[in-house]
């Protein structure tokens, strides 16, 4: 699998158009945007250069990007109709590419590997070695929040880190309802968990959550009363610090099918999550297909309460 390695740029311009009898707000409405878009690309820019990712058209095994509508990442590559495939995450610098795989030869839940040297990236191969130590590099919190006395000894599942380190848990309760809470760090200590409010921790259960680096909005699972699978939704951090409404990403997120484990690149560009079914077979014996979806991360944005 070999891919091109020429660089990437930003093309931006800004038409202001001033009719007759315009007002001065409606101008600094425009200029005000125009700054806030400038602003976005030369943070984005400054995150790639921070972490040198792979050129833009490498970044992702030379696929080409969706738009606004999900597909299937990577087909025949990362997805595949023979086995499912659940977990999938890159490492920071995005230099690495892990994914698990169960069903046919793999008996049980195997992590598989893809590394970006030399301007290409390697073929997707088993993880011989401890995979703890993998883990570390693609889930660099990890051996952190094992550490924290804070959280020693609680059912949390998991966990999702912001960039100055405020951590968003969950659990799964006896009910099978869980619920999410967070933790700041304060003063260089860890406060108690503070339960998140019950729009956030509605429905039968709350799982695999999100967060935005700079904690502007906060993504999870979770299956609402009287539905049968689970659904990605969306909060938005308000101007007051509180968390907004529970948002479903809509139907061309969330289907009839379990959507779960909702994640932005590092670089910010694309969504990712998991979209599979339970099916059934002639005997009456069920198994599960599925595979990551990706899409623009524009569809976040485009819910944002005006």
């Given amino acids: 699998m070999k891919l091109g390695a020429s660089g990437y740029s930003y093309n931006l311009s800004l038409s202001i158009i001033l009719t007759k009898g315009e007002n001065m707000k409606t101008t600094k409405l425009l200029i005000l945007t125009f700054v806030i878009s400038l602003n976005t690309i030369f943070a984005q820019e400054k995150i790639e250069d921070a972490f040198s990712f792979p050129h833009l058209e490498d970044r992702y095994f030379g696929q080409k990007t969706p738009g606004l509508i999900p597909e299937i990442f990577a087909p025949g590559i990362v997805s595949t109709d023979e086995y499912i495939e659940s977990l999938f995450t890159f490492t920071p610098d995005m230099k690495e590419f ?46 952190e929040f094992k550490s924290l006395e804070s959280f020693k000894g609680l059912p949390i599942l998991g966990f999702t880190v912001s960039s100055n380190r ?11 309802k869980g619920h999410m809470s967070y933790s700041r760090l304060i003063n260089g200590k860890y406060e108690d968990l503070q339960k998140m409010n019950n729009e956030i921790n509605s429905g039968l259960y709350k799982a695999h959550p999100f967060i935005a680096p700079d904690e502007s ?43 779960q484990r909702p994640r932005v690149t590092p670089d910010g560009k694309y969504l990712f999550f998991w979209r599979g079914d339970k099916k059934a077979r002639e005997d009456g014996s069920s198994y599960w297909v599925g595979s990551p979806y990706w899409v623009d991360a524009r569809v976040i944005e485009n819910l944002r309460p005006k």
């Fill in 98 to 143: 892990y994914f698990n795989r169960i069903g046919g030869k793999y008996k049980e839940t195997t992590l598989l590997v893809m590394q970006y040297k030399n301007n290409r990236w390697s073929e997707p191969s088993v993880l011989s070695t401890d995979i703890d130590k993998h883990r570390e590099r693609f889930d660099p919190h990890w051996l």
């Fill in 166 to 176: 405020t951590y968003y848990v969950y659990f799964l309760e006896r009910d099978g």
């Fill in 217 to 259: 909005y906060l993504m999870w699972d979770a299956e609402k009363e009287g539905e049968n699978t689970p659904d990605i939704y969306v909060s938005f951090r308000q101007k007051d610090g509180s968390w907004g409404a529970a948002i479903n990403m809509g139907d061309k997120i969330n289907t009839a099918a379990y959507e």
